[in-house]
């Protein structure tokens, strides 16, 4: 019997596939709301059909024979829905929200973050936990992997070269205890940027050498040398992504990376630097096996990586890959 003012949650198509909440404010019965609510998740599925990709040339079969070794492919069919689990919470709007304080401050700064141009689906939470991960060298990528939407050219804009100056400004300026800085990839520079970043890690340390910076950074083209130089610049986590399992690294990845050479360029971080710690992540839905993400594992502890993480896959156009799976 209890009527309230309540937000209703509506949902339409977005860059990322799936849906972004648009609020609107009715007064309605908590019933209905519950009703509607439920009668909408039933029509748009939960993720348990559809999608599955397309199989690998060849059919390769797998060792249970009832099944195909599948890849992800730009137009595929999409799984009908998501999943009940997965939920992604709404950016606060609210002016004195830690979102609203982190986006502001970033934008009088003029810096990029990863958050907005990759078009991230978690930024409301990241943020409203004042976390924030800076993109340096500017907002244009040199590759064109094929699950990414940020934007790409072969003739970038040349980095500003006071960034790493305002980077260490803004990290100060929030006050917060850990930083990731990231970035595009600048195949376009002779180093990769592996000399912006050790300058932007100093410039930081030397403000607030308590501070603890990860680098999430590229695969520099396999050049250990630019590896070298971020690895001893005074950072404390050296991350870089492989992204895939091996068999997928073409399909997934620009044909400049690939599973041989990150694996490469952490082994030399380690390698020159013992006590570092480094990281690696992996996207989950694109049609690997468990198998093929154990023996993933089992390389990357091979060469002493720290730390590796796992992340449900989105697509974030229609242009891009479809989800084979969540």
Known sequence: KLSVSLPIVLYSPSL???????????????ASVLSRWRHFAIDRGDGSTGGGGVPMPGHVQLNDGDNTLVRPKVGAEMPDGRPDW????APSQAKDSRYTEVKDSLSEL???TVCEEAQCPNIGECWNGGTGTIMLLGDTCT?????CAVDTSQTPPPPDPFEPFKTAEAVAAWGVDYIVLTSVDRDDIPDGGSGHFATTVDLIKYNKPELLVEC??????GDLKAVEKLALSGLDVY?????????????VRDPRAGYEQSLSTLKHAKTVKPDLYTKTSLMLGLGETDEEVIQTMKDLRAIDVDVVTFGQYLRPTEHHLSVVSY
């Open 110 to 112: 003029n810096l990029n």
């Open 216 to 221: 999430l950074v590229s695969d520099f083209r």
């Open 86 to 89: 997965f939920r992604v919470p």
């Open 143 to 147: 590759r064109g992997c094929m699950f």
């Open 16 to 30: 990322v596939h799936g849906f972004v909440p648009v609020f609107t404010k009715n007064n309605m019965n908590c």
């Open 239 to 251: 991350a870089h992504n492989v992204e895939t399992v091996k068999r997928l690294q073409s399909f």
